[in-house]
């Protein structure tokens, strides 16, 4: 069975689904712990209450990107960690992480990539005022949002649609997405044309 992280950087609605599949036994993984980059944020507290260990660290607190990521990545081997999934985490990948996790670190990105990479990709697409946006699943390169695709699925925006009820729409199918690409990556269904 594989062995697995978790990162991400703020509420942790993703990272909650993805621990409730596993402990359904949905996802055949072992998922060795959850990574923070946020100190405070509710996705520790998620967490924690589910059983699962959390390595919570401050970037700020390292001499430079390089240098938190060797940090982050000797944990992550110390934890025996084959695959990373990015579930909200928001920071970009480095090098130093990448030397270690190309083609095993998946993204999970809010629109139809290309279209609305970056941060507020529902927002994005909000104003934009275009008819339709998505979810992508995608492993991670040196870019921001522009590794190679694994899924896509549309999402339509009606014109009654807020942000806040376009993102409900969104995160419904994240919280479908994720978990489904997740299992498929860990169980050898999905693999990266370099591995």
Known sequence: ?????IMASGSGSNAQILINWVQAGKIQGDLACVVCDKPGAKVIERAEEAGVPVLVYSPKEFADKAAYEAQLV?????????YVVLAGYMRICGPTFLA?????????????LPMFPGKDAIGDAHAAGV??????VHFIDEGVDTGPII????VWIAPEDTRETLAEKIHAVEHRLLPEVTAALLNGTIKHEKN
């Open 74 to 82: 000797s944990d992550l081997h110390a934890r025996g960690v084959e």
């Open 131 to 136: 008819k339709y946006t998505g979810v992508t």
């Open 100 to 112: 270690a996790y190309a083609g095993k670190a998946i993204n999970l990105h809010p629109s139809l």
């Open 1 to 5: 069975m594989a062995t697995f992280a």
């Open 151 to 154: 899924r896509q699925e549309t």
